[in-house]
C-alpha cells in the first residue's frame, strides 16, 4: 500500500517572520492526522529556521534542488550534505521552472538525483508537457522521454524508494488543471514505464504525485484516483488552512 504524500513546494516566497506565522499555524491543523505524509519545501534561505520549527513534528522539510557534486566551485548550488544539515529529507528535481528557465536537462537531473539519493534524501523527479505539446497529441512522447533520462541508471531498488511528479506545465499557477481523468491517464501511463524500467515490484511501489493548481477543492477528486499517490503544491502551499485542508484530504 502507498502511503499519500502531500508535499507544499514555497518557490521563491515568504520571509522568516511569515515562516514562522505559517509553521504555528499548521501545526495544530495536522496534529491528528495519521495515514498521510506532509512536507514542504521552503527557500534555502528559511531552511534550517523551519526545520528547527518543524522539529517536533511528523512534517518533512524538502529543499527545492540538489546540486550533484558534495561541493566545490559552483557558485548558487546547494549540496546534499547542506541539506542534510538543515534537516532536510526529501528534494524537488527537474521542476518545470528549472528545465524551462535554468536550462535543466533530463542528464542533469539525473545527476541531481542520484546525488540526493546517495546522501540519503528522497528524490522527488518531475515531469509534464506543455499546452503546445498535449494540444500536438505529443504528450506522452514528451514524458516517456523526461522519465527515461531523468532516471537513467537507477537500480530497480532505486526507482521503487523515489517519487515522481507529474506536472502538466499548463496547469502550473494558470488556474488549469487536469481532470481527473486526464490525471489518472498520466499517472497510469508513469506508472507502466517504470514497471517497465525497473519491473514489476518498482512500479507498483513508486508513488507518483500529483502537481498543477491543486487546490482543496479539486484535490480530494484528484488523489481518489487509483495511480494518485499525493500532491505537489504550489500555491496553495503558501497558506497554512489551504494546504492543511489539502493533506487532510481524507478526513
Not at 528547527?52 to 527545492?64: E, I, R
Not at 528545465?99 to 546525488?115: C, I
Amino acid at each position: 500500500m502507498r502511503t499519500p504524500l502531500i508535499l507544499g513546494n514555497w518557490k521563491m516566497n515568504k520571509t522568516s517572520e511569515e515562516t514562522i506565522s505559517f509553521i504555528e499555524e499548521l501545526k495544530p491543523l495536522l496534529e491528528d492526522l495519521s495515514g498521510v505524509e506532509v512536507g514542504v519545501a521552503p527557500p534555502y534561505t528559511l531552511l534550517h529556521l523551519a526545520g528547527s520549527l518543524l522539529a517536533d513534528t511528523k512534517v518533512l522539510l524538502g529543499a527545492q534542488n540538489c546540486h550533484w557534486a558534495p561541493h566545490g566551485a559552483f557558485t548558487g548550488e546547494i549540496s546534499s550534505s547542506m541539506l542534510l544539515e538543515a534537516g532536510c529529507a526529501f528534494a524537488i528535481l527537474g521542476h518545470s521552472e528549472r528545465r524551462q528557465l535554468f536550462g535543466e536537462s533530463d542528464a542533469r537531473v539525473a545527476q541531481r538525483a542520484r546525488a540526493a539519493l546517495e546522501a540519503g534524501l528522497l528524490p522527488v523527479v518531475c515531469v509534464g508537457e506543455t499546452l503546445a505539446e498535449r494540444d500536438a497529441g505529443r504528450h506522452f512522447d514528451v514524458v516517456a522521454a523526461q522519465l527515461a533520462g531523468s532516471l537513467a541508471g537507477f537500480s530497480p531498488e532505486e526507482l521503487a524508494g523515489m517519487v515522481i511528479a507529474y506536472e502538466p506545465v499548463w496547469a502550473i499557477g494558470t488556474g488549469r488543471t487536469a481532470s481527473v481523468e486526464q490525471a489518472q491517464e498520466m499517472h497510469g501511463f508513469i506508472r507502466g514505464l517504470i514497471g517497465k524500467m525497473g519491473g514489476e515490484a518498482a512500479g507498483s511501489r513508486t508513488r507518483i504525485l500529483y502537481g498543477g493548481s491543486v487546490t482543496p477543492q479539486n484535490a480530494a477528486s484528484l488523489l481518489e484516483q487509483t495511480d494518485v499517490d499525493g500532491a505537489l503544491v504550489g500555491g496553495a502551499s503558501l497558506d497554512s488552512q489551504k494546504f492543511a485542508s489539502i493533506a487532510r484530504f481524507r478526513v
